[in-house]
């Protein structure tokens, strides 16, 4: 699978996730319930949550290493309402399809590097990390537009490490698990979310590292293989 089917694929499943979960027309900014959507603020509260993985505390824990790869997974949830709100824009801008929007990200700044091997990010970098994160919150909070803030989180991708055969798997990962979450009882409360012992998101991590050509539909089938074994 090459990097634009890749894209396309994620930009997809996203639609579909945000259609099921929402109501279709969610991008009008209003779920089925009525509850206002903002991605800026989801986009916002995650990247608060991303930094949260570093030590920047000057009293606390000042030796200990960044948790790179809990970055690397905040950094698939803050995608998750980047594309969200480009799918939005494009929407209610009248810009096309989603392989429109797709052959946009392709076009920015940061994105041929950002699909190049990804580099070991360095620890003695985390300020300039940090700082480069809350150059997107600012950005998100100043109404700055889809454009700029893909821009900004390919950049820090990059500069963390995560490589776009990374975000991938690990997009493909969370955005089928979200899914299954929802059809077996996650709003309801029902769902169980420790499989023999380990969270769901272990369970399905190991599927994905265990073959890496697994599909959306074939990911989704091997979760609900493991769910109904549970007691």
Same mark, same amino acid.
């Given at each position: *699978?090459? #990097?634009? @089917? !890749?894209? &396309?694929? !994620?930009?997809?499943?996203? @639609?579909?996730?945000?259609?099921? &979960?929402?109501?279709?027309?969610?991008?009008?900014?209003?779920? %089925?319930?009525?509850?206002?959507?903002?991605? #800026?603020?989801?986009?916002?509260?995650?990247?608060? +949550?991303?930094?949260?993985?570093?030590?920047?505390?000057?009293?606390?824990?000042?030796?200990?290493?960044?948790?790179?790869?809990?970055? =690397?997974?905040?950094?698939?949830?803050?995608?998750?309402?980047? *594309?969200?709100?480009?799918?939005?824009?494009?929407?209610?801008?009248?810009?096309? &399809?989603?392989?429109?929007?797709?052959?946009?990200?392709?076009? /920015?700044?940061?994105?041929?590097?950002?699909? &190049?091997?990804?580099?070991?990010?360095?620890?003695?970098?985390?300020?300039?990390?940090?700082?480069?994160? +809350?150059?997107? !919150? %600012?950005?998100?909070? /100043? @109404?700055?537009?889809? $454009? =700029?803030? /893909?821009?900004?989180?390919?950049?820090?991708?990059?500069?963390?490490?995560?490589?776009?055969?990374?975000?991938?798997? $690990? $997009?493909?990962? =969370?955005?089928?698990?979200?899914?299954?979450? @929802?059809?077996?009882?996650?709003?309801?409360?029902?769902?169980?979310?420790?499989?023999?012992?380990?969270?769901?998101?272990?369970? *399905? !991590?190991?599927?994905? +590292?265990?073959?890496?050509?697994?599909?959306?539909?074939?990911?989704?089938?091997?979760? =609900?293989?493991?769910?109904?074994?549970?007691?």
């Amino acid at each position: *699978m090459n #990097r634009k @089917q !890749m894209l &396309t694929e !994620m930009f997809r499943l996203q @639609q579909k996730l945000n259609d099921e &979960t929402n109501g279709i027309g969610w991008e009008k900014g209003y779920n %089925k319930h009525d509850r206002i959507i903002n991605w #800026r603020r989801c986009i916002y509260m995650e990247c608060a +949550e991303l930094i949260d993985s570093f030590n920047w505390k000057h009293w606390k824990d000042i030796n200990i290493e960044p948790d790179w790869d809990n970055i =690397k997974i905040e950094l698939v949830d803050i995608w998750h309402f980047v *594309m969200s709100l480009g799918l939005e824009y494009y929407k209610n801008e009248n810009l096309g &399809t989603i392989d429109d929007l797709v052959a946009y990200v392709i076009d /920015t700044k940061y994105f041929d590097e950002f699909c &190049t091997d990804s580099i070991a990010p360095d620890s003695s970098d985390s300020l300039s990390i940090i700082n480069n994160i +809350e150059h997107m !919150m %600012k950005d998100t909070l /100043t @109404q700055e537009d889809f $454009y =700029k803030i /893909t821009d900004d989180f390919f950049s820090a991708a990059i500069e963390c490490g995560l490589s776009m055969d990374d975000l991938y798997k $690990y $997009y493909l990962g =969370k955005n089928i698990l979200n899914g299954f979450r @929802q059809d077996n009882g996650y709003k309801e409360g029902t769902y169980k979310k420790v499989w023999n012992g380990k969270e769901d998101n272990d369970v *399905m !991590m190991r599927i994905l +590292e265990e073959d890496a050509n697994l599909t959306a539909d074939s990911l989704y089938k091997k979760l =609900k293989e493991v769910y109904t074994t549970l007691s």
